[in-house]
C-alpha cells in the first residue's frame, strides 16, 4: 500500500515543512503554509510503469561521474516551429527534450499561439492536451484559424497517467499543454493547480521529455501581479519561460524570454492578433509609424531596442496647466519614476517651469519601454508641448540623459542608425560620445552629435 501523509507548502515558493509556520524562512511570506495530503508511491508502484512519471525506454542504471573533458557534445538540430517570431525568442526554434513555459493574461492569446504553432508545424505529429477546453471549443478555434495539419492529435484530459499512457501510443514529436495548473497526478493526494501537484506533474513532464527527447510546451497562468502562478520552483524546473503579454484592447501582443538555457533573454517577437488569429510583425516600426500625419507638438520619435531588433516609437506627451492644484504625473509605457527624473532634469538644467503643469506620457502602440535611450526623446517630446511647437517629422533622438544635463552613450547605435534610414528619417541626435567610435559617414541619415540637453533643445526649437 502507498504510505499517505500531510504536509505543509508554501503557496508563494513551494517550499514545505512538517508542521505549519507562520513565517516562511525561505521566502519570508506570512501565512502562506497550506497543508496537503501527499501519498508517497511505494516500491510496486513505481516499478509498474512509465505511467508514474517514468518515461518509455529509461533505464535504471546510476549515474557516474565523468571528467569534463570525455563528455562527447554535438550541436542538436533544433525543430523549426514555422514561426519567425518564436524561433527568434527560442534561440533558433524548438531544442528536442526542452520544457518551455508560456505564461501570460486570460484572453491574451496563449492558446490560440500554441495551437497555430501546432497547426503550422505539418511535418511532425503533434498532440495538443487540454485541460480548460472541450474538443469542440479547440475545434472552433482552429476552423477559426484557417489552416488543417492532419498530424495534429486532440486530447481533452487533466490525469497525467492517462495523459502518458495516450503518449505512449502515439509516439508525437511534441507536446503541448494546455495548462500545467490544471494537470493532477494520481500519486499525489492534492487539488490540481496546488503546489504538490503542479510540482508533481511538471517533474513527469519534465522526465519524459529528458528521456525521450521530445519538446513539451507548458501554458502556464498568471498571478495578478503578472507572474507565473504556482511555486517559483515551476520557472526553476523548466527550460525556458517566455511571458504573452499585451493589451487585451489593443490588437499587437509581445512574446518576451525571462529564461532560456538555450539562448538568448534579450529576445523578443511581435505579434498583431486578428480574426484569423496572430499574424507575425516583421518590422513593427513601420506600423508603430504608420499612424503619423502633421507634425503635431508633444510628438517625438525614439529609436529604442528590445533585444537584438531595433524599433522606431512614438513618445506622446501632453503638457498642460495643472487646474487642481497638486500637478499630475501620469505616463503609459514609460517608467513614471524615471520621468520624474527627467522633469527634474528639465526644471533644474535647462530652467523649464514644469512645476505648475502636468504632465502625461504616452508610448504609442501600446508598448511598455525601459530603454535609457528612449530619455533624450521624453525629454523632446515634454518641451515641444510645453511650448506647443512640434518636431519636424523626420526627426528621431537616441540617447539617454543624466541629472546633470548631459547627454550620455548607448549601445548599439549603428542598429538604431540602419533602422532610421531603412524608414526614410533624415537627422538623428546622439550623444557626443557615440559620434567619436562610428563612422557616421556611411550612414545616409545627418547625424547631430550634442553633450548637453541644451544643445539639443536649441537645434529642435532654436
Known amino acids: 500500500m502507498a504510505k499517505i501523509k500531510t504536509l505543509y507548502f508554501c503557496q508563494n515558493c513551494g517550499a514545505q515543512s512538517a508542521k505549519w509556520i507562520g513565517r516562511c524562512p525561505s521566502c519570508g511570506e506570512w501565512n502562506t503554509y497550506v497543508e496537503e495530503v501527499v501519498e508517497k508511491a511505494d516500491t510496486a508502484t513505481a516499478a509498474t510503469a512509465w505511467k508514474a ?31 519567425g517570431e518564436l524561433n527568434r525568442v527560442l534561440g533558433g526554434g524548438l531544442v528536442p527534450g526542452s520544457l518551455v513555459l508560456i505564461g501570460g493574461e486570460p484572453g491574451i492569446g496563449k492558446s490560440t499561439l500554441m495551437l497555430q504553432i501546432a497547426m503550422q508545424m505539418r511535418e511532425l505529429r503533434i498532440l495538443y492536451v487540454s485541460g480548460e477546453e472541450s474538443e469542440q471549443q ?18 481533452t484530459e487533466t490525469g497525467t497517467q492517462n495523459i502518458f499512457r495516450q503518449i505512449d501510443q502515439l509516439q508525437p514529436n511534441v507536446v503541448v499543454i494546455d495548462s500545467i495548473q490544471t494537470l493532477h497526478s494520481s500519486l499525489v493526494e492534492a487539488g490540481a493547480g496546488s503546489v504538490s501537484q503542479v510540482r508533481e506533474c511538471t517533474t513527469e513532464l519534465l522526465k519524459y521529455a529528458k528521456d525521450t527527447g521530445v519538446p513539451v510546451l507548458l501554458i502556464g497562468h498568471i498571478t495578478k501581479d503578472g507572474s507565473i502562478a504556482g511555486p517559483k520552483i515551476l520557472e526553476h524546473m523548466v527550460d525556458t519561460v517566455l511571458q504573452f503579454e499585451g493589451d487585451r484592447h489593443l490588437s499587437y501582443r509581445l512574446l518576451r524570454t525571462i529564461k532560456n538555457r538555450f539562448g538568448s533573454t534579450s529576445e523578443l517577437g511581435i505579434y498583431e492578433m486578428q480574426g484569423s488569429g496572430l499574424r507575425q510583425v516583421s518590422n513593427p516600426s513601420e506600423i508603430l509609424l504608420s499612424q503619423r500625419t502633421e507634425s503635431l507638438s508633444g510628438m517625438a520619435i525614439g529609436a529604442t531596442l528590445e533585444g537584438n531588433r531595433p524599433l ?46 502636468d504632465v502625461f506620457l504616452n508610448i504609442a502602440g501600446g508598448l511598455r519601454l525601459d530603454d535609457p535611450a528612449l530619455d533624450l526623446a521624453v525629454c523632446a517630446a515634454v518641451v515641444s508641448s510645453l511650448n506647443d511647437v512640434p518636431i519636424a517629422g523626420e526627426v528621431c533622438l537616441a540617447a539617454e540623459v543624466g541629472l546633470s544635463g548631459e547627454i550620455r552613450a548607448v549601445s548599439r547605435l549603428d542598429q538604431r542608425l540602419s533602422e532610421a534610414e531603412k524608414l526614410g528619417f533624415a537627422e538623428m541626435y546622439i550623444s557626443q560620445f557615440n559620434a567619436k567610435g562610428l563612422e557616421l559617414a556611411r550612414y545616409g541619415i545627418r547625424v547631430h552629435p550634442a553633450g548637453r540637453l541644451d544643445d539639443v533643445l536649441t537645434g529642435l526649437f532654436g
Open 53 to 83: 512519471g517514468t518515461a518509455v525506454g529509461a533505464t535504471n542504471k546510476a549515474a557516474k561521474p565523468k571528467p569534463l573533458g570525455e563528455i562527447l557534445y554535438e550541436e542538436e538540430s533544433r525543430l523549426n516551429t514555422r514561426d
Open 138 to 155: 479547440i475545434k472552433m478555434r482552429a476552423e477559426r484559424l484557417g489552416k488543417q495539419h492532419p498530424g495534429l492529435y486532440i486530447l
Open 312 to 357: 522606431l516609437v512614438e513618445v506622446q506627451a501632453l503638457v498642460t496647466p495643472a487646474t487642481y492644484g497638486t500637478p499630475q504625473r501620469s505616463s503609459t509605457g514609460f517608467d513614471a519614476k524615471r520621468l520624474q527624473m527627467l522633469l527634474a532634469v528639465l526644471e533644474k538644467r535647462s530652467g523649464l517651469r514644469l512645476g505648475q503643469h
